[in-house]
């Protein structure tokens, strides 16, 4: 039951959408494509009376598509010793990391780790890398060998990366940046707040609960029922008393556990040698009470979602939704200590080729716990600005959310929405994320 400052049919009116006319050898197509506008918008001044900033971050997304019939393992090739396992890549998939200029990657079989079959190394602007061992330059007999042998599944899923990777070519010279999703992936089925200037404003209003007390414990009990049932009804909002973000902390202290980047694994963390997170974190679950509830109501808002979107619902409860499962993660409460941080890296990730909508993380809403620690800035390297090489730096305040997309308008991964957690220098950082997927949560 929000409000907010814009009206439905102005969130469809991007001036940074455009026309771009591809084609990928079936006829000439259209694409609405997502590009960046002159910086000097972003001032509220005329296209070229200002020049944008490089970064001095040259940190990039890295992906890596395979192309191929069989699983592989990648690694990073640190140039001496032995390489670093990433991940490996089923038949097909992608998998990427936040990487830079001159890093060196290699691929194995899966069952080989000794055998390199690929290598590639990190060459900005080019983001997306395809390991194709099918197709053999120059050498169209060998090449339709390579081909014959495929099954036909196997021959049209290859067929669908090349397209993709044609697209990805044709993208690239019309919008500047590469295509990190594969072609085509639906654009967002969720609004993206405009951010066409600095300092424009948008509001919303909620009738949710701000919990900013402890309630007693008896007054936080969840409506039992899933479903509509569960909606609060009007009379039920007396909890508006209460005051104080520290609830949502005290209850979950205790069971922090080491922040992992890739799976749950206790030790494989301990020993992630990239070293790239290094704070605590656990998760609070949605159903756990009333303020949790509320805080998703609230971020449901914001977010301009239908609450009963970010939860799991009942068969037909959102007709236009097939799946019945939540879009939102449960929070992930994350604890810095001095010296821990959260180096660059993006939220989202790259979906299974299988999955032909491409689900991943479109959202994040931060949320800051406590203030005044040094240090412990969010940051966004990459940031674009006419002013400064230096990154945006968001400093946690009690209360304070941050909104930022994983996506484009166009579908497409924002590799610019990169961030970091800065170390903290005196004190100590909490905060939690909500992270909502799109078009499902996989
Ligand atoms: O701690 C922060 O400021 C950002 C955390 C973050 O980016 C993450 O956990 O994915
Ligand atoms: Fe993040």
Redesign the pocket.
Same mark, same amino acid.
Request: aromatic letters at 12%; hydrophobic letters at 25%.
């Given at each position: 039951l929000s409000q907010c400052s814009l009206r439905e049919e102005e969130f469809y009116q991007d001036p940074a959408m455009h026309t771009m006319p591809f084609d990928l050898g079936y006829g000439p197509q259209e694409f609405r494509a997502y590009k960046q506008p002159d910086v000097s918008t972003f001032y509220r001044e005329r296209p070229g009376d200002r020049r944008a900033k490089t970064p001095a971050f040259n940190g990039f997304a890295f992906k890596i598509v395979n192309m191929s019939p069989n699983r592989v393992k990648y690694f990073w090739d640190p140039g001496h010793g032995p390489g670093s396992p990433m991940s490996s890549i089923g038949p097909w998939d992608s998998a990427g990391t936040a990487s830079f200029p001159t890093h060196k990657f290699y691929l194995t079989p899966f069952d080989d780790e000794t055998k390199i079959i690929a290598r590639f190394v990190c060459t900005p602007p080019q983001a997306v890398y395809y390991y194709d061992p099918i197709t053999v330059e120059g050498d169209e007999e060998a090449t339709q060998a390579n081909l014959d042998a495929l099954s036909q599944h196997d021959f049209d899923r290859y067929q669908a990366h090349s397209d993709s990777r044609e697209f990805n070519k044709q993208y690239y010279e019309f919008t500047g940046r590469e295509y990190l999703s594969t072609f085509p992936r639906n654009t967002a089925i969720h609004k993206i707040w405009p951010a066409d200037y600095f300092g424009q404003e948008h509001w919303v209003t909620s009738e949710e609960v701000h919990f900013v007390d402890l309630p007693e414990e008896s007054e936080l009990k969840l409506p039992s029922t899933v479903g509509r049932d569960r909606r609060l009804k009007d009379g039920e909002r007396f909890l508006e008393k209460y005051r104080s973000p520290e609830p949502y902390m005290n209850m979950t202290m205790k069971v922090l556990s080491w922040?992992t980047t890739a799976g749950d694994n206790r030790e494989e963390a301990r020993h992630d040698i990239r070293e790239t #997170?290094t704070?605590l974190?656990t998760w609070v679950y949605r159903e756990k009470d009333l303020i949790i509830d509320a805080i998703y109501r609230r971020a449901a808002d914001l977010l301009r979602i239908d609450e009963a979107l970010l939860r799991p619902r009942s068969a037909g409860e959102v007709p236009e939704m097939k799946n019945t499962r939540g879009l939102a993660e449960a929070l992930?409460l994350?604890h810095?200590e001095v010296g821990q941080e959260?180096t660059a890296?993006h939220?989202f990730g790259y979906a299974p080729f299988d999955r032909k909508d491409q689900p991943a993380r479109f959202a994040?809403l931060?949320l800051?716990l406590n203030e005044g620690m040094v240090g412990?800035?969010?940051q966004f390297p990459r940031w674009a600005n006419a002013e400064t090489r230096a990154g945006l730096d968001?400093e946690?305040k009690i209360g304070k959310a941050?909104l930022f997309y994983s996506q484009l308008p166009d579908g497409n991964m924002d590799d610019l929405s990169q961030?970091?957690? #800065?170390p903290v220098k005196i004190g100590e950082?909490w905060?939690m994320?909500l992270w909502v997927w799109d078009p499902e949560y996989q």
């Open positions: 922040s #997170r704070s974190n992930q994350v810095y959260y890296h939220d994040t931060l800051y412990g800035e969010t968001v946690p941050v961030h970091a957690a #800065r950082k905060l994320n």
